[in-house]
């Protein structure tokens, strides 16, 4: 039996609330971010909150055009997307201009699109598409080698337009291969191997290889009996060492002077208040600044003098942290909170395995801009230049957001017609 009900009465309309009610404070907070006495008018198209209400126009028309495609489309067409966005990756080479370094940007008319930004949705509905077919285990090398590539290509396109920080934004899909069955060993190994390579960074060579040296030592002792525990011992110490061992070469010709600037002031082996560490800096003055209640809509002094460049953008939270103060941000990070939970909820409902595996990649990608945003506004992330969803000013960005969320709403609403 099919449910022949309209569109509009299988849609979860909380997650269209919680994203109508995202968009508009992020809305109201870019117009304080960047608000000037002789442009009152948050419609005024000169200013970025002017043009922010051109990106929501935009944002609203995509998301009714994405509702109203058969749900069909979406799983029979991820890979031509998917396709379809690597080229678009790809011509930023030829067609991009330099943007604060980064040459992942296309100009179209007087728009400026960011391939980046949708090469998100793509890869992830090209990775649902692969992990919900028949006869596909995570469990299988074939399965994990092939998932990591349709993350890795995308992500190492973008990493080549110099953009780091969305290309660690496909980092996020891990949380989407654990969830389909992806050993949790593999997470604790990634996890161990970052807070390595941090450590490498402030404690000397010679003292992390004694104490690998002595943990690897401890276990052997330990499992001396069982030959194949000995083996992933050896083989863990030696990729433990290796790593230490190439921080150096990694840190000083892979990474660049910027990046290398900015782990060293969030590491504390630099301090430059006037420079790398500038924005950062002002950012938690303005934040701290905001108390308990904040100093009212339009009245944040840090925002009203520009002391924190791209407020508007990458530091929109610092606006919220001033004029809105803790409760203020307690609110917009509930709200997004909810909007995870909310996600996470409607995917373990579906019956279709695509939409499942889908919709925790929305969640994935929404928690990792959440949690690097923020954390860089305050200093406990690296400053990486990616925006908070539906808050930051920017076409790219909010339209993106805007299509990885409204294709799972669409895919929910469609489960009802699947045979009950």
């Given at each position: ?80 997307v998917y396709g379809i966005m690597l080229l678009l ?128 030592l401890l276990f052997f002792l330990l499992a001396r ?76 002094t840090q925002t009203k003098y520009d002391f924190v ?112």
């Open positions: 039996m099919r449910d022949q009900k309209g569109i509009l009465q299988n849609i979860d309309w909380l997650l269209v609330s919680l994203f109508l009610i995202l968009m508009v404070m992020g809305w109201v907070n870019i117009y304080a971010a960047v608000y000037d006495d002789q442009h009152r008018s948050i419609f005024d198209l000169t200013q970025n909150y002017g043009k922010q209400t051109l990106w929501i126009a935009g944002a609203l028309l995509i998301a009714l055009m994405i509702l109203i495609i058969d749900g069909k489309f979406y799983a029979a067409f991820s890979y031509p990756l790809i011509s930023t080479f030829a067609f991009s201009r330099d943007v604060k370094g980064s040459y992942g940007w296309i100009d179209i008319g007087s728009f400026k699109l960011q391939p980046a930004e949708f090469a998100k949705f793509a890869t992830n509905m090209a990775l649902a598409k692969y992990l919900s077919s028949l006869d596909i285990r995570l469990q299988e090398l074939k399965t994990r080698v092939i998932s990591g590539l349709l993350v890795a290509i995308p992500a190492a396109i973008i990493l080549f337009q110099n953009d780091t920080g969305s290309a660690l934004v496909f980092g996020a899909f891990i949380f989407v291969l654990y969830r389909e069955g992806l050993s949790g060993n593999i997470l604790l190994m990634g996890f161990i191997l970052v807070v390595l390579f941090v450590l490498a960074l402030l404690v000397k060579k010679a003292v992390l290889f004694g104490v690998i040296g002595g943990i690897a009996k069982n030959r194949k525990n000995i083996m992933i011992i050896i083989s863990g110490a030696f990729v433990a060492a290796s790593l230490v061992f190439s921080v150096d070469y990694v840190y000083n010709n892979v990474l660049q002077a910027h990046q290398r600037t900015r782990i060293d002031v969030l590491l504390g082996k630099e301090v430059d208040l006037k420079g790398a560490g500038y924005n950062v800096n002002q950012s938690k003055i303005a934040i701290g600044s905001g108390g308990f209640l904040g100093k009212g809509f339009l009245n944040g460049p791209e407020q508007s953008t990458d530091f929109i939270f610092c606006t919220v942290g001033e004029e809105w103060g803790f409760m203020g941000s307690a609110v917009v990070i509930l709200l997004f909170m909810a909007l995870l939970y909310r996600i996470i909820f409607v995917a373990e409902r579906q019956r279709s395995v695509y939409t499942r595996i889908y919709g925790y990649g929305v969640a994935s990608i929404i928690f990792f801009h959440l949690m690097i945003n923020i954390g860089m506004t305050i200093g406990l992330a690296p400053v990486i230049g990616i925006p908070l969803p539906f808050f930051s000013y920017g076409g790219s960005s909010l339209w993106s957001f805007t299509i990885l969320l409204f294709i799972f709403i669409k895919l929910d609403a469609y489960r009802l017609q699947i045979l009950r």
